[in-house]
């Protein structure tokens, strides 16, 4: 997949199928691999944070998740770049594994969303097997908590870890646990609250016109304003640049 730096972090252009077949490809072999994706708001922020760019840079995988770095991408010379939605791609990965069986650990959210979570995913795909769920503290774990985390995922045999929590705490976890845990982790964010129903998603018109962000102000303006009128205005003018 090629990949071009977009305000300093690399992305992949790619597919859902392409995108799907990869991960799917690394979890059979039990590859200890992390996935990223791409929303303005971890990108302005990797922007301003040289810890959070390097973190997100060792990557194996970032995706365009919103649609202004599939704009992007088209202007640096990738027409064939596609969205690779985090929640979608989620959904592609848990079929694609129902199919071919790597098992699958949840790790992030509280303890309410994981467990309406786990009903849905068993309720729409039977297989495969779940095999870890965890809800972390909103504190840091401790060094020897961290470390029984990590010995239980281990343990469970997960080849599919699923990680749901917000940026950058998702990405710090899944760069400094990439090499200690055989299996590919994802940072899908909001996917979880999507799945378990706790949230809802934009329209699909949105989502192409680049308009989910209006949605999500609308449905959590407390939690999203600040964001919005933060990042929004300011990556319009690095686009430009």
């Known amino acids: 997949m090629l990949a071009r730096p977009i305000l300093g972090m690399q992305l992949h252009a790619c597919t859902y199928s392409a995108a799907t077949n990869r991960i799917l490809a690394w979890a059979q072999r ?15 922020e990797a922007c301003d944070s040289p810890d959070l ?76 097997a779940i095999r870890y769920a965890f809800a972390p503290p909103f504190r840091p774990l401790r060094p020897e908590e961290d470390a029984a985390v990590t010995a239980a995922i281990r343990a469970s045999g997960v080849r599919l870890l699923l990680v749901g929590s917000s940026t950058p705490k998702q990405e710090h976890w899944m760069a400094a646990h990439r090499g200690r845990i055989p299996a590919v982790m994802l940072g899908v964010g909001a996917a979880f609250d999507f799945l378990a129903g ?34 929004n205005p300011r990556s319009v003018a690095l686009f430009l640049v």
Not at 30 to 44: C, D, I, K, Q, S
Not at 200 to 227: I, N
Request: proline share 9%.
């Open 30 to 44: 039990g590859e200890p691999r992390y996935v990223g994706f791409a929303l303005v708001n971890n990108v302005m």
């Open 53 to 128: 760019r390097a973190v997100t840079n060792i990557a194996d995988l970032v995706t365009p998740d919103g649609m202004p770095f599939v704009w992007a991408q088209r202007r640096l010379g990738l027409p064939e770049a596609t969205r690779v939605y985090g929640p979608r791609l989620t959904e592609h990965v848990l079929t694609a594994a129902a199919a071919e069986g790597p098992p699958v650990g949840f790790y992030g959210c509280t303890a309410e969303v994981l467990a309406q979570l786990r009903a849905t995913v068993q309720r729409r795909w039977p297989q495969p």
């Open 198 to 231: 706790t949230k809802s998603q934009a329209p699909v018109w949105m989502q192409g016109a680049g308009l989910e962000w209006l949605f999500r102000l609308a449905t959590e303006p407390r939690r999203l304003w600040r964001r919005y009128r933060e990042h």
